[in-house]
């Protein structure tokens, strides 16, 4: 290697290294101080509690976050929520530095791996405990080795890992199989893929799940049907693909409009100009990566709830590599016609914090653990305490079950009263059986309280 290769090598990671350690200091700055319910973080109290007590989370079960989950538990710092909060930080931050390396062709690679990790959809996935940031993390390093033309096997094996994180990261197949079909034998390429992929998402979806013994609110992998029916996340298809006709005009627009803020306007502009620009150098990976970010768009706006949007948290890398073409385009044409023009390119990254840095800071948020503080303290002595939303019921086992706070009360969550396993699971807890749940209170000697009035 020359002294001028290894000096660029040598100046590329030192970018990548400032990159990560900029956005480190902005998320820590703003994460969450324990469990957090803004930035659509309802299900934190949830993961947080399975990972501490070693019980299944909500379908499909996410294995490789439960497992990395477990590792970050173990920390010396802050409260169990808190260290779940610093996972999603630091993939999030990884992200942008794999990012980097996919495009350190580019000149401004840095600066739209910076853009990437404060946009805001990104940037409030890095802060509370979650697994979208995760997500996001895999999704750049399946970039990273497409575009470095790595082993099929690998390829596939990070891929099926990467399934283990959230199952939407299948959408990544265009992206995936493109790598594949570079460079000769390309059949058996993409059957190595494919295999690596089945195999290691096998491993966590089978073994990987086994490992969580504790019993579950969510349901019990005892029998081959109840694997499937977890793992098949049933419990949720009602929402997939169902968004009325109706509503499809409003969730389109309310698409666009998110899409064209997390890079600020004219940055949505260069991302649509360096795809441009990358269709006629790399026709396939332009349309690969167009394929599955339209894959991961098409499912956001077709699940039928209100924050299905987060689910493009994971598409938002593929996006800051047209956005990373964009820019070296633009800094030819600004080098061009002024003395280093291309600084200008700098204000994006600054314009996402000043714009987004109120929005996105919950540095002071302590009002899902303070509500479900309050709720125990105020229950009586073995109370029943109902809750119906999410948000509710996920706080409450945090703070009960993870934290061990009023063990003499028991939750019981309405809506999960009508799957079998868990109304034997609180029937066991209650020492009485009935068909509704007043009667097992009552039933039980035990009042009961509403926690969502």
């Known amino acids: 290697m020359s ?36 930035h659509n973080g309802a299900d934190g109290g949830d993961l947080v509690t399975a990972a ?53 062709h580019l000149s401004l690679a840095p600066v739209a791996a910076l853009a990437l990790g404060l946009s805001p959809l990104f940037w409030s996935q890095a802060l509370i405990a979650e697994v979208y940031a995760l997500a996001a993390l895999f999704a750049a390093l399946l970039l990273w080795l497409a575009l470095r033309g790595c082993p099929a ?17 299948v959408l990544l197949a265009p992206l995936v199989g493109w790598a594949a079909w570079q460079g000769a034998a390309r ?9 690596a992929a089945l195999v290691a998402a096998g491993l966590a979806y089978g073994p990987g799940l086994l490992l969580w013994r504790t019993p579950s609110p969510w349901g019990s992998l005892a029998t081959p049907a109840g694997w499937w029916t977890y793992v098949g996340g049933r419990l949720y298809h009602g929402y997939l693909l169902a968004l ?16 064209a803020r997390q890079f600020t306007p004219p940055g949505a502009a260069l991302a649509g100009w360096g795809w441009w620009t990358l269709r006629r150098a790399q026709p396939g990976l332009a349309w690969a990566t167009l394929a599955a970010f339209g894959g991961f768009s098409l499912y956001a706006l077709s699940y039928n709830t209100a924050d299905s949007f987060v689910y493009l948290t994971a598409a938002l890398p593929l996006a800051a590599l047209w956005l990373a073409a964009g820019m070296a385009q633009a800094a030819l044409w600004l080098d061009a016609r002024w003395k280093r023009g291309r600084l200008l390119l700098l204000a994006l990254p600054l314009l996402q914090l000043a714009l987004f840095w109120g929005a996105m800071d919950v540095s002071a948020d302590r009002s899902a653990l303070s509500w479900a503080e309050e ?41 999960l009263w009508a799957q079998d396993g868990y109304r034997r699971m609180v029937s066991a807890a209650l020492g009485a059986t009935a068909a509704d749940i007043d009667t097992a209170g009552r039933q039980a000697g035990r009042p009961l309280i509403i926690a969502d009035e």
């Not at 996410?62 to 010396?76: C, D, N, V």
């Not at 710092?77 to 530095?97: C, E, I, K, T, Y």
């Not at 009325?244 to 666009?256: I, M, S």
């Open 3 to 38: 002294a001028r290769a290894a000096g660029r090598k040598a100046q590329e990671a030192t970018l990548t290294l400032l990159c990560v350690a900029a956005l480190l200091v902005v998320y820590g700055l703003t994460m969450a101080p324990t469990l957090s319910w803004a």
């Open 52 to 104: 501490l007590l070693g019980r299944l989370p909500h379908p499909p079960g996410f294995p490789t976050w439960m497992l990395l989950a477990r590792f970050f538990l173990r920390l010396p710092w802050g409260d169990p929520a808190w260290r779940l909060n610093l996972l999603s930080a630091l993939s999030a931050a990884l992200s942008a530095a794999f990012l980097c390396c996919a495009a350190r």
């Open 153 to 169: 096997w690998a390829l596939g094996l990070l891929w099926g890992l990467g399934l283990g994180v959230h199952p939407t990261l």
């Open 187 to 195: 059949w058996r390429r993409t059957g190595e893929v494919a295999l």
């Open 244 to 259: 009325p006709l109706a509503a499809w005009p409003a969730r389109l627009w309310a698409w666009a409009a998110l899409l």
């Open 375 to 415: 709720v125990l303290a105020a229950a009586p002595p073995n109370a029943v305490i109902l809750t119906a939303a999410d948000a509710h019921t996920f706080a409450l086992w945090y703070t009960h079950d993870g934290l061990g706070q009023r063990p003499d009360v028991v939750i019981i969550d309405r809506y």
